[in-house]
Nanobody
Framework: QVQLVESGGGLVQAGGSLRLSCAAS????????MGWFRQAPGKEREFVAG????????AYADSVKGRFTISRDNAKNTLYLQMNSLKPEDTAVYIC????????????????WGQGTQVTVSS
C-alpha cells in the first residue's frame, strides 16, 4: 500500500509561481512512475505531468509545457511540481499519483492517489 500527501498549494496572482510536493510512504517508489493530475470544479480529472522512476523521462500536457516542471527525489520518496507563469485557468485541485508504468498519461494507468492540494490563481 502507498500513501501520498500533497502540499504547497495556495492562492497566487497570475504570473506567479508555486512548488507542489508529494510525500510518499508505505513503500519505496524507486521503481514506479509518478504523475500530477488536476481537477477543477465540474470538470474531469486531467493529466498534467508524468515522470519515470529514474527521472530521465517526462511528459507534459500541452497546456503546461514550458511553464511546469516535474521532478522527483527517490531518496526522499518525494515528487515535485514547479509551476511558473501561472494562469487563472490553472486553478484546480492538484493530485499526485503512482503508476506501475514508466510514464503514464491517463487516469486508468495510475494505481495510487493522494487527496490533493488546492491551487487558486487570481487574475
Amino acid at each position: 500500500q502507498v500513501q501520498l500527501v500533497e502540499s504547497g498549494g495556495g492562492l497566487v496572482q497570475a504570473g506567479g509561481s508555486l512548488r507542489l510536493s508529494c510525500a510518499a510512504s508505505g513503500r519505496s517508489l524507486g521503481s514506479y512512475g509518478m504523475g500530477w493530475f488536476r481537477q477543477a470544479p465540474g470538470k474531469e480529472r486531467e493529466f498534467v505531468a508524468g515522470i519515470s522512476w529514474s527521472g530521465s523521462s517526462t511528459a507534459y500536457a500541452d497546456s503546461v509545457k514550458g511553464r511546469f516542471t516535474i521532478s522527483r527525489d527517490n531518496a526522499k520518496n518525494t515528487l515535485y511540481l514547479q509551476m511558473n507563469s501561472l494562469k487563472p485557468e490553472d486553478t484546480a485541485v492538484y493530485i499526485c499519483a503512482v503508476s506501475s508504468m514508466m510514464v503514464a498519461t491517463t487516469v486508468s494507468r495510475y494505481e495510487y492517489w493522494g487527496q490533493g492540494t488546492q491551487v487558486t490563481v487570481s487574475s
